[in-house]
């Protein structure tokens, strides 16, 4: 785990590395099974309540791992190293992509 700027959360979080995003992933998965489940057996579209609820472990793993709180599971996927570039030497926000050019912060180069 390594706290990083989010471009998409304007705020620092807790980005998760290769291993603790593949172990997030997984949990993840599950939870989209688990909501196939739900829809078939129940016959109902999913609400907001209930959608958070089923994948609420993959927030609470994510919690585990981090130690930030309140965030949606989707939001939690993106929070991962590797999608991110290096920290900028100008600014030291991370780069948005691994190949990017420019930094968007402060319009170094890179
Ligand atoms: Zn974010
Ligand atoms: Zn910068």
């Known amino acids: 785990m390594k706290i990083m700027w989010c471009w998409r ?9 290769e291993e603790e ?15 196939k489940v739900y829809r078939e057996t129940t016959g109902s579209p999913l609400d907001k309540t209930t959608l958070c609820n089923l994948f609420k472990p993959v927030v609470e793993e994510y919690e585990k ?3 930030f ?6 939001v939690v996927m993106h929070h991962r190293v590797s999608i991110y570039g290096h ?14 050019k420019m930094c968007t912060a402060c319009g170094a180069k890179v």
């Open 21 to 35: 995003y593949n172990r997030v992933h997984e949990i993840f998965i599950d939870c989209t099974k688990r909501t």
């Open 9 to 17: 959360c304007k705020q620092e979080v807790g980005m998760l590395d």
């Open 69 to 74: 709180k309140g965030f949606h599971h989707n």
């Open 65 to 67: 791992i981090t130690g």
């Open 87 to 100: 920290p900028c030497k100008n600014c030291g926000k991370p780069l948005r992509t691994p190949r990017a």
